[in-house]
C-alpha cells in the first residue's frame, strides 16, 4: 500500500517506522523543517536545551525498545539526580523526588494526616490495577471520567496532599490544574505508580532530539511540506501541499489535535466529536544559565499554584550534561495561567517577568540569572478533561480510520512521549491488519 503520514513527531514517526516494516510504501509530510515536534532540541551557546520533552522515564517501555531498535542503547541514561529536587513550600525547598510509592509517603513537605491519607489513597487504587495502563487511558472502565480530578482527590486527600502533592504534580507536567483534569487520569497514575514500583527520570546523551532525528534518518521524510487539506474519494485519499495533490491508498494524520479539523474535508461525526472536544494547555519554556556552583546539583523543583501563580516547575539540566562546567542550563515552564497572558509578549518581557518570579522565590538564584533562549507552547499537552476520555475511546472503537483516514497523536488517550510512541504503533497495527 502507499501510505502517507502526516506530522514527523514521536506518534507519526513511529507509526511510519512500524508500516514501513511491514513492507508498505511509505511517506512522512512534515510542515517544520525537522523531525520530532515537541521533542525537539536545540544548541545555543555550545549549550544543549530541550525545547519540548524534558525526560523520560523508567517506565517508558516502548520508548526504550525504540531508543534501542534505533542503536541508541548507550545513549539512554538515567539522570543524576545529585541533590534530589523538592517541592515549593511556604517559599521553603520540601525535598521531594519521588521514585516510587513509598517516596510519596515519606515527603515531609506535607502533614503526617495528608502523607496518611495519601497512604489510604493509593491503597485504595490497589483495586484499579489489572486494567489500567496510563499510556493508554482508553483502557479499564470509564467510571471515573464523570469527575474532575481535583473535587474526587480533594476528597479523598484533603487540601494539603492535594495542592502541594496532585495538583502541583499535574501543573509540574502539564502545565494545568487538576479541575481541568479527568479523575481517570488520577486513577491511572496511581496504577503508574504502584504497578510500575519507579519513576526515575531518564534522557538520552545527544538530547533528546537524538531519537526522533534517528528514526527519521531511515524513512522518505519531506521537511516544510505542509498538509492544507485531506480528501476521501471512494478509492484513495488525495493529500493537497501547495506543491500539489498526491493520492494514497491510506493515510495517518499525526498532527496535534487542533491542526486536524481544519485539514479534513466532510470530516465524520466521530471525528467531529473529539476534535471539537480536544483542547489543549499552554505554557512557555524559558531558559537561563546559572554559573555551576550556584546551580548546584539540585534536579528540579515543583511549584504548586498556591506558592507560585507564574512559574509551574523548574529544573537544573547539569544532571543532563547541560553544562560547559562554568554554567549550567536552567529550565523554568509556567502555569497555563500565566503562559496564556505572556504569550504574545517579547522575549524580554517574559524573560524579566520570569526572573523577577524566580528571584522573588529563589533569591539565591534570582540574581545571577542570564536569560539563553525562550520558547513558546500555545499547544503544550493535551488536556485529558472529563468525558473526554470516554470520547476517545468510543473513537477508537467506531469512529478511527474512516475512509483510509487514521488520526494519531497524544491527544488520542496517550500521554507523554511513551504515550504518542504507543499510538504510533497501535495505528500502524490497524492500518496494517
Ligand atoms: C514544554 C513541553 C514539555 C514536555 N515534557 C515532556 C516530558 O518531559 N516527557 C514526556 O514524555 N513528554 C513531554 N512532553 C509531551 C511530548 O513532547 C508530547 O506528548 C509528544 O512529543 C507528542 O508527539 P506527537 O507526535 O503526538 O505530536 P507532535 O510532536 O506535536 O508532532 C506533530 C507534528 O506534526 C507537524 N504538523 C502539524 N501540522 C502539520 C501539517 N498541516 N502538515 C504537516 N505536518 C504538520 C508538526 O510540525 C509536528 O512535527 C512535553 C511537551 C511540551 C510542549
Redesign the pocket.
Given at each position: 500500500m502507499r501510505i502517507a503520514v502526516?506530522?514527523?513527531?514521536?506518534?507519526?514517526?513511529?507509526a511510519a517506522l512500524r508500516l514501513q516494516e511491514a513492507g508498505h510504501d511509505v511517506e512522512v509530510?512534515?510542515?517544520?523543517a525537522?523531525?520530532?515536534?515537541?521533542?525537539?532540541s536545540i544548541e545555543k551557546e555550545g549549550l544543549g536545551v530541550?525545547?519540548?520533552?524534558?525526560?523520560?522515564?523508567s517506565s517508558?517501555g516502548r520508548?526504550r525498545a525504540l531508543v534501542g531498535e534505533m542503536g541508541l542503547e548507550a545513549q539512554w541514561f538515567e539522570i543524576d539526580g545529585g541533590e534530589g529536587g523538592g517541592v515549593l513550600h511556604d517559599q521553603e525547598l520540601a525535598s521531594f523526588s519521588p521514585k516510587n510509592a513509598f517516596d510519596v509517603l515519606r515527603f515531609r513537605g506535607i502533614s503526617l494526616g495528608g502523607r496518611i491519607r495519601l497512604a489510604l489513597t493509593l491503597l485504595e487504587a490497589r483495586r484499579w490495577l489489572g486494567d489500567l495502563d496510563f499510556f493508554d487511558l482508553s483502557v479499564g472502565d470509564d467510571t471515573l471520567d464523570t469527575e474532575d480530578c481535583d473535587s474526587f482527590a480533594r476528597r479523598r486527600l484533603g487540601d494539603e496532599a492535594m495542592d502541594y502533592v496532585v495538583d502541583c504534580f499535574i501543573r509540574t507536567?502539564h502545565?494545568h490544574g487538576a479541575r481541568r483534569m479527568s479523575a481517570k487520569y488520577f486513577e491511572a497514575l496511581s496504577g503508574l505508580l504502584l504497578s510500575h514500583g519507579e519513576f526515575r527520570?531518564c534522557a538520552l546523551r545527544g538530547h533528546?532530539r537524538a531519537l526522533p532525528e534517528a528514526i527519521a534518518a531511515g524513512l522518505d521524510v519531506r521537511y516544510s511540506?505542509?498538509?492544507?487539506r485531506i480528501v476521501r474519494g471512494p478509492r484513495s485519499v488525495e493529500v493537497r501541499?501547495p506543491n500539489g495533490s498526491v493520492e494514497y491508498d491510506e493515510v495517518v494524520l499525526?498532527?496535534?489535535a487542533d491542526?486536524v479539523l481544519?485539514?479534513l474535508q466532510a470530516p465524520s461525526l466521530q471525528e467531529r466529536l473529539v476534535l471539537e472536544n480536544a483542547v489543549s494547555s499552554c505554557?512557555v519554556?524559558c531558559v537561563y544559565t546559572l554559573p555551576a556552583e550556584v546551580a548546584g546539583d539540585f534536579e528540579g523543583i515543583w511549584v504548586p499554584f498556591c506558592e507560585s501563580q507564574v512559574v509551574s516547575g523548574l529544573s537544573n539540566d547539569a544532571g543532563k550534561g547541560s553544562t560547559d562546567g562554568k554554567r549550567s542550563v536552567f529550565n523554568v515552564?509556567l502555569h497555563e495561567e500565566a503562559a496564556a497572558k505572556l504569550l504574545k509578549a517579547s522575549d524580554l518581557e517574559i524573560q524579566r517577568t520570569v526572573a523577577g518570579e524566580i528571584e522573588r522565590l529563589f533569591p539565591r538564584y534570582g540574581k545571577h540569572l542570564t536569560p539563553l533562549h525562550v520558547?513558546r507552547?500555545p499547544?503544550?499537552?493535551?488536556v485529558y478533561g472529563v468525558g473526554q476520555v470516554t470520547r476517545v475511546r468510543n473513537f477508537w472503537e467506531n469512529g478511527q480510520g474512516q475512509g483510509n483516514v487514521w488520526l494519531?497523536?497524544?491527544?488520542l488517550n496517550?500521554?507523554?512521549?511513551?504515550?504518542?510512541v504507543r499510538?504510533?504503533e497501535k495505528v500502524a497495527a490497524r492500518v496494517a491488519g
Open positions: 502526516v506530522g514527523a513527531g514521536m506518534a507519526g514517526l513511529t509530510l512534515e510542515s517544520g525537522h523531525p520530532g515536534g515537541r521533542m525537539w530541550d525545547l519540548g520533552a524534558h525526560m523520560l522515564l517508558f520508548t507536567f502545565f527520570p533528546m511540506a505542509r498538509v492544507h501541499t499525526a498532527v496535534p491542526g481544519p485539514l505554557t519554556l515552564w520558547q507552547w499547544h503544550a499537552l493535551p494519531c497523536g497524544d491527544y496517550h500521554p507523554w512521549v511513551e504515550g504518542a499510538c504510533g
